[in-house]
């Protein structure tokens, strides 16, 4: 009498976007073209982006309300944001479980931070972390390597949150396709 539904999931319109490419949540290709005629981005990620292209984001984001992840790293090498903002895009538009992290998630970190910093290593996010006196760590989205132990995961979601603001939140989760064993972006204000 009753058959069962199936819960169509609402994949999320993501796009990544670095200096020479643009990489969308399905795993195709774009132009920047692409980018600017469509207004109806979830989220973009944009890292090792020129000024010139900062700025045509950034008038992106102010006419059409489209909400951009502007990623850096402590040094000059960019290539860490490229990893941690290629596996945000593939944990946000896959189905791995748990499936615990959201576009939610990253725009609210966005909304909270005025800089968010990308780290491919956990000890150089912590040592990071605790030499960092300007500015406040608000919060964070780690993505750990499922051959991680639960205790090694434990320990350092713990040491993260510990060097955080007492408001500071990390949304934590695992995410199988790693070459670094760690991806995680924190916000700084």
């Given at each position: 009498?009753?058959?069962?539904?199936?819960?169509?999931?609402?994949?999320?319109?993501?796009?990544?976007?670095?200096?020479?490419?643009?990489r969308?949540?399905?795993?195709?290709?774009?132009?920047?073209?692409?980018?600017?005629?469509?207004?109806?981005?979830d989220?973009?990620?944009?890292?090792?982006?020129?000024?010139?292209?900062?700025?045509k984001?950034?008038?992106?984001?102010?006419?059409q309300?489209?909400?951009?992840?502007?990623i850096?790293?402590?040094?000059?090498?960019?290539?860490?944001?490229?990893?941690?903002?290629?596996?945000?895009?593939g944990?946000?538009?896959?189905?791995?479980?748990?499936?615990?992290?959201?576009?939610?998630?990253?725009r609210?970190?966005?909304?909270?931070?005025?800089?968010?910093?990308?780290?491919?290593?956990?000890?150089?996010?912590?040592?990071?972390?605790?030499?960092?006196?300007?500015?406040?760590?608000?919060?964070?989205i780690?993505?750990?390597?499922?051959?991680?132990?639960?205790?090694?995961?434990?320990?350092?979601?713990?040491?993260?949150?510990?060097?955080?603001?007492?408001?500071?939140?990390?949304?934590?989760?695992?995410?199988?396709h790693?070459?670094?064993?760690?991806?995680?972006?924190?916000?700084?204000?």
């Amino acid at each position: 009498m009753f058959e069962p539904t199936e819960l169509q999931r609402c994949q999320p319109k993501l796009a990544l976007v670095t200096a020479t490419a643009v990489r969308l949540s399905d795993g195709s290709s774009a132009n920047w073209r692409a980018i600017e005629s469509d207004s109806c981005w979830d989220l973009i990620l944009a890292c090792g982006l020129s000024q010139r292209q900062h700025q045509k984001l950034a008038e992106l984001t102010e006419l059409q309300g489209v909400c951009v992840a502007n990623i850096e790293t402590p040094t000059a090498d960019s290539q860490a944001a490229v990893n941690v903002a290629e596996h945000l895009l593939g944990k946000l538009s896959s189905r791995t479980m748990p499936n615990n992290l959201g576009v939610a998630d990253i725009r609210n970190l966005i909304f909270q931070a005025a800089k968010l910093i990308a780290f491919d290593d956990m000890s150089e996010a912590l040592a990071y972390l605790r030499s960092n006196t300007s500015t406040i760590c608000v919060g964070g989205i780690y993505l750990a390597d499922v051959s991680l132990s639960l205790s090694t995961y434990e320990q350092r979601c713990q040491q993260l949150i510990s060097l955080m603001s007492d408001a500071g939140y990390l949304c934590s989760t695992f995410y199988p396709h790693h070459n670094r064993g760690c991806s995680l972006l924190l916000g700084f204000r």
